[in-house]
């Protein structure tokens, strides 16, 4: 099955075909780090962490790139306000997003580069762009790209040249040549970061640091470059023409680019101080829900943050994970059979026409421009139903047709496993683990502690043995509000798990 991606360049879904057959460069386009990371970061990494975990699935050898920009005006304003030095500050925020990325999952790319530790390879390009007739230095120390040397500019975002503005990070200036030209190199300036150039002490522009660490790590020519769609203009714009500039036959095969996460119709950013940190989301939610969420449109489309939204996640995952752990528990009876077994039995008929169709389904999917959306409806929902109808049978099966069931759910547990690890959603920890972490963040959510919700399942059991039905009503309605569905467990206790709040019946960005 054939890899097809969409590429902003050609605003069209392209076959994937590596420059260099069975390898595939990536790079992806990180954080300015001067403050902690919220959804909307995650909304970019998480999608290009599932391209990432789907190239290596086909088996690709993929060399991933994404970059911190550990310099910028940014940076330097917050270290001022917090009286820090500017690369420390970036250091230190460099950390928190790892931790943050480790806890929604994300893989650790190949390589990491940051802007400070490369200033030989970003004045180097600069020099290139400037001897290819492309650049100039203006007095003052500051050098520019000339727009009017690019006869492609404009291509990538659509704009064309004679409707460009100079870069948002820069302001318009008279020595320009044009007023779309932007800044390659910047001079120093009064308590900022500075290192030593041929046009004297600066730092780069915003622009330059991802051609020449593309080009470093990569190569000029690459596969695949991917970021938020905010960057297409004038960050990519500038970048694309900047390598071509450079070298000959840079450039990149196919540009990715992920819809914006919004609040309130709103592109979420810290510039419009609506955004929702990742650490503040993943207190009340499990990480893995949020992950799910992040990619449950398309990853072209625009995600609305809303907690129903988060919710449905959660309840989706809580019972993809108990679904499993029933399984885990269901063939514990009879794990040395199956090992003695030694692998003679096969699977049943139906077993094996939803394993085919769970995979294909999924690579299929997959495979038309990474559409992670409604993946765990279909055949992965066949899977789980089987799996469900399936463990009550086996104590009452004859010993040889049970042990073809047994295999069955073997086979079928592998194939739900490989999805959720392609999409990030398979975690370390054991299916038990996972659901005693959503179970307490769904106590988080509705304000209780285990013996807050103890004493009240306690009340709603003395409720019903008094025959105050309507009592033991009030509290089963007043907990599922909070996001907890009580089930009265023939010959059990009362049991609960996590549904979905009724507070959050409909779509909000609460």
């Given at each position: 099955?054939?890899?097809?991606?969409?590429?902003?360049?050609?605003?069209?879904?392209?076959?994937?075909?590596?420059?260099?057959?069975?390898?595939?460069?990536?790079?992806?386009?990180?954080?300015?780090?001067?403050?902690?990371?919220?959804?909307?970061?995650?909304?970019?990494?998480?999608?290009?962490?599932?391209?990432?975990?789907?190239?290596?699935?086909?088996?690709?050898?993929?060399?991933?790139?994404?970059?911190?920009?550990?310099?910028?005006?940014?940076?330097?304003?917050?270290?001022?306000?917090?009286?820090?030095?500017?690369?420390?500050?970036?250091?230190?925020?460099?950390?928190?997003?790892?931790?943050?990325?480790?806890?929604?999952?994300?893989?650790?790319?190949?390589?990491?580069?940051?802007v400070s530790d490369h200033m030989d390879h970003i004045i180097n390009m600069i020099q290139k762009i400037i001897e290819n007739g492309c650049g100039y230095a203006v007095e003052g120390g500051d050098v520019f790209f000339s727009v009017d040397k690019s006869p492609n500019y404009g291509k990538l975002s659509g704009q064309l040249l004679e409707h460009t503005q100079a870069g948002k990070r820069v302001a318009v200036d008279s020595r320009k040549r044009n007023p779309a030209d932007?800044?390659?190199?910047?001079a120093v300036k009064p308590d900022e970061p500075s290192w030593e150039s041929p046009w004297g002490r600066g730092r780069p522009g915003w622009h330059i640091e991802c051609s020449a660490m593309s080009a470093h790590y990569l190569s000029p020519r690459f596969d695949i470059h991917g970021g938020g769609a905010d960057l297409i203009f004038p960050h990519h714009e500038n970048e694309l023409a900047q390598t071509c500039a450079a070298c000959e036959h840079g450039g990149v095969n196919?540009?990715?680019?992920?819809?914006?996460?919004?609040?309130?119709?709103?592109?979420?950013?810290?510039?419009?101080?609506?955004?929702?940190?990742?650490?503040?989301?993943?207190?009340?939610?499990?990480?893995?829900?949020?992950?799910?969420?992040?990619?449950?449109?398309?990853?072209?489309?625009?995600?609305?943050?809303?907690?129903?939204?988060?919710?449905?996640?959660?309840?989706?995952?809580?019972?993809?994970?108990?679904?499993?752990?029933?399984?885990?528990?269901?063939?514990?009876?009879?794990?040395?059979?199956?090992?003695?077994?030694?692998?003679?039995?096969?699977?049943?008929?139906?077993?094996?026409?939803?394993?085919?169709?769970?995979?294909?389904?999924?690579?299929?999917?997959?495979?038309?421009?990474?559409?992670?959306?409604?993946?765990?409806?279909?055949?992965?929902?066949?899977?789980?139903?089987?799996?469900?109808?399936?463990?009550?049978?086996?104590?009452?099966?004859?010993?040889?047709?049970?042990?073809?069931?047994?295999?069955?759910?073997?086979?079928?547990?592998?194939?739900?496993?490989?999805?959720?690890?392609?999409?990030?959603?398979?975690?370390?920890?054991?299916?038990?683990?996972?659901?005693?972490?959503?179970?307490?963040?769904?106590?988080?959510?509705?304000?209780?502690?285990?013996?807050?919700?103890?004493?009240?399942?306690?009340?709603?059991?003395?409720?019903?043995?008094?025959?105050?039905?309507?009592?033991?009503?009030?509290?089963?309605?007043?907990?599922?509000?909070?996001?907890?569905?009580?089930?009265?467990?023939?010959?059990?206790?009362?049991?609960?798990?996590?549904?979905?709040?009724?507070?959050?019946?409909?779509?909000?960005?609460?």
């Amino acid at each position: 099955m054939e890899l097809k991606l969409y590429s902003t360049y050609t605003q069209q879904k392209e076959v994937f075909r590596p420059i260099n057959p069975g390898k595939v460069g990536l790079y992806v386009c990180g954080i300015t780090a001067y403050d902690f990371s919220h959804i909307g970061h995650g909304r970019a990494a998480v999608p290009f962490d599932v391209l990432y975990r789907f190239l290596m699935y086909l088996g690709y050898e993929v060399t991933y790139v994404r970059n911190f920009t550990d310099v910028d005006n940014k940076i330097i304003e917050r270290a001022k306000k917090n009286g820090e030095k500017p690369l420390e500050l970036s250091n230190r925020f460099c950390h928190e997003y790892l931790v943050d990325m480790g806890a929604l999952q994300c893989l650790l790319p190949t390589h990491q580069p940051r802007v400070s530790d490369h200033m030989d390879h970003i004045i180097n390009m600069i020099q290139k762009i400037i001897e290819n007739g492309c650049g100039y230095a203006v007095e003052g120390g500051d050098v520019f790209f000339s727009v009017d040397k690019s006869p492609n500019y404009g291509k990538l975002s659509g704009q064309l040249l004679e409707h460009t503005q100079a870069g948002k990070r820069v302001a318009v200036d008279s020595r320009k040549r044009n007023p779309a030209d932007f800044a390659l190199w910047k001079a120093v300036k009064p308590d900022e970061p500075s290192w030593e150039s041929p046009w004297g002490r600066g730092r780069p522009g915003w622009h330059i640091e991802c051609s020449a660490m593309s080009a470093h790590y990569l190569s000029p020519r690459f596969d695949i470059h991917g970021g938020g769609a905010d960057l297409i203009f004038p960050h990519h714009e500038n970048e694309l023409a900047q390598t071509c500039a450079a070298c000959e036959h840079g450039g990149v095969n196919y540009w990715m680019h992920n819809g914006h996460l919004t609040i309130n119709n709103e592109k979420m950013a810290k510039s419009k101080d609506n955004f929702k940190p990742i650490r503040e989301i993943t207190e009340r939610y499990h990480p893995l829900a949020l992950r799910h969420f992040l990619i449950s449109v398309h990853y072209r489309s625009p995600l609305s943050f809303s907690a129903s939204k988060l919710d449905s996640s959660s309840e989706l995952l809580y019972y993809v994970y108990q679904t499993l752990q029933d399984l885990f528990d269901a063939l514990l009876p009879y794990r040395e059979a199956m090992s003695e077994d030694g692998g003679k039995a096969e699977p049943t008929s139906e077993a094996k026409e939803i394993i085919i169709k769970l995979k294909s389904e999924f690579d299929a999917k997959m495979s038309d421009d990474l559409n992670t959306a409604h993946i765990f409806t279909g055949e992965y929902d066949r899977a789980l139903k089987f799996i469900n109808s399936s463990v009550g049978k086996l104590e009452n099966m004859q010993e040889k047709e049970r042990m073809s069931l047994l295999v069955s759910l073997v086979e079928i547990e592998r194939g739900a496993r490989k999805v959720l690890e392609v999409l990030g959603l398979l975690s370390t920890l054991s299916y038990a683990e996972i659901l005693k972490e959503m179970k307490q963040k769904t106590l988080t959510r509705a304000g209780l502690s285990e013996q807050d919700l103890s004493q009240l399942i306690q009340e709603r059991i003395m409720a019903r043995k008094n025959k105050e039905f309507e009592k033991s009503d009030v509290i089963r309605a007043q907990l599922a509000g909070k996001g907890i569905a009580l089930m009265d467990v023939v010959g059990k206790e009362t049991v609960w798990r996590p549904c979905l709040s009724s507070s959050h019946a409909t779509d909000s960005s609460d």
